[in-house]
């Protein structure tokens, strides 16, 4: 049996340490169903834990105050690594921000890849922010220096 690997490798925790195109799975508070959201205001804060910000009015705070377990997913670094872990409140409203986002700690319990077989990503998902660039730049890093200071 294959030994569960418990942090982030060197290079997907370096990769983690700006804004980064995750997706977050969690199960749905009402019907218990998976739920999948991407999201790009996470950072990791050490190998073995995650930050994240969500706006307070998300249906998945709701998911993850019923249930904590999630899932994080990284496209990446040349494959699939889907992050497991426990989700602890780190601040019910970021200080600093202009708007209610709360923020979490994803405590990770396992790291698995998660990539097809004989297969490896070959370029690493991009975006783009479609609203005011100077204001989400702004908006960018008062989120990470809240998140930061949480």
């Known amino acids: 049996m294959a030994e569960t690997i418990k942090a982030l490798s060197d290079a997907l925790f370096s990769k983690l340490q700006k804004e980064s195109f995750v997706l977050l799975s969690t199960n749905d508070a009402e019907t218990g169903a998976p739920n999948i959201n991407a999201i790009s205001w996470v950072y990791a804060v050490t190998p073995e834990r995650i930050r994240f910000a969500l ?18 997913t990284y496209i990446g670094n040349g494959s699939v690594h889907a992050i ?20 979490f700690d994803l405590a ?8 097809f077989y004989g297969a490896r990503i070959t370029v690493d998902p991009e975006y783009e922010k479609t609203y005011d660039k100077r204001a989400a730049e702004k908006l960018d890093g008062q989120v990470f220096a809240a998140m930061k200071k949480a």
């Open 55 to 72: 706006d307070q009015r998300s249906r998945i705070v709701r998911n993850l105050k019923a249930n904590a377990s999630a899932i994080l």
């Open 84 to 103: 497991y872990g426990t989700v602890e409140t780190v601040a019910e409203a970021l200080e600093g921000v202009p708007f209610k986002l709360a923020c």
């Open 108 to 115: 990770i319990d396992a790291v698995r890849d998660a990539m």
